[in-house]
Nanobody
Framework: QVHLVESGGGSVQTGDSLRLSCLASLYTVFSWYSLAWFRQAPGKEREFVAAISWMQSDANYVDSVKGRFTMSRDNAMKTLFLQMNSLKPEDTAVYYC??????????????????WGQGAQVTVSS
């Protein structure tokens, strides 16, 4: 059993910042999990945001958030983070953290992950 609990969502204005956290409760080694963030806006398909392989510390990002968002992981604290700067209205969505033990076939494919957080609402107003 793996449980992911998200926090840090909220309502902000254009240009503001937020940091999402995802705390993992598990019985295996956190560093052996591949991790990702996805988001889903109303009426739209779930979208890949960022991911970190279990073997690496560098994150991969969707082009629309590069230079604004930073994904990181604290293996000792079993926590995943998404720092979001220069937020735009188009960033408005429910954000989900995701995990899978060891490798994923495609880091940007939601179907490759089998553990999910409950979602955190991020609303950006202009």
């Amino acid at each position: 059993q793996v449980h992911l609990v998200e926090s840090g969502g909220g309502s902000v204005q254009t240009g503001d910042s937020l940091r999402l956290s995802c705390l993992a409760s598990l019985y295996t080694v956190f560093s052996w999990y591949s991790l990702a963030w996805f988001r889903q806006a109303p009426g739209k398909e779930r979208e890949f945001v960022a991911a970190i392989s279990w073997m690496q510390s560098d994150a991969n990002y969707v082009d629309s958030v590069k230079g604004r968002f930073t994904m990181s992981r604290d293996n000792a604290m079993k926590t995943l983070f998404l720092q979001m700067n220069s937020l735009k209205p188009e960033d408005t969505a429910v954000y989900y953290c995701a995990a899978k033990y060891q490798d994923v076939t495609s880091y940007s494919a939601a179907s490759d992950y089998n553990y999910w957080g409950q979602g955190a609402q991020v609303t950006v107003s202009s």
